[in-house]
């Protein structure tokens, strides 16, 4: 199973992160499995940001929530995050990542995969 990050990597405040992951390996449709968007701010520990099911629902951080979009494309096996309205406090290293039959992976981060990660940057 592979994951792998894309989008744009420099973004203006006020603008829209859109990042997508691709999977190959197993179909995002598989069930029981959740994929996710963590982040890695600056110096600041692991954050999840949401994550949408096999079965198409979705879920998010509170803190998050009013700014996330996730969505999938089912025939191209893909994920994408939308977070609107960034501020350099959105900075980090964007991770798609995947756990099976839970959404979340628990204070230790233990996902199943992982993929490379995605410098995102948010300055004016």
């Known amino acids: 199973v592979q994951l792998q990050e894309s989008g744009r990597g420099l973004l203006k405040p006020s603008q829209t992160l859109s990042l997508t992951c691709t999977v190959s390996g197993v179909s995002i449709s598989t069930p029981y499995k959740y994929w996710s968007w963590i982040r890695r701010p600056p110096e600041k520990e692991l954050e999840w940001v949401g994550a949408?099911?096999?079965?198409?629902?979705?879920f998010y951080n509170t803190s998050l929530k009013s700014r996330t979009t996730i969505s999938r494309d089912t025939s191209e096996n893909q994920f994408t995050l939308h977070l609107s309205s960034v501020t350099p406090e959105d900075t980090a290293v964007y991770f798609c990542?995947?756990?099976?039959?839970?959404?979340?992976?628990?204070?230790?981060?233990?996902?199943?995969?992982w993929g490379q990660g995605i410098q995102v940057t948010v300055s004016s």
């Open positions: 990542v995947s756990k099976e039959n839970t959404v979340m992976a628990g204070p230790n981060n233990e996902w199943d995969y």
């Open positions: 949408i099911a096999y079965t198409g629902s979705s």
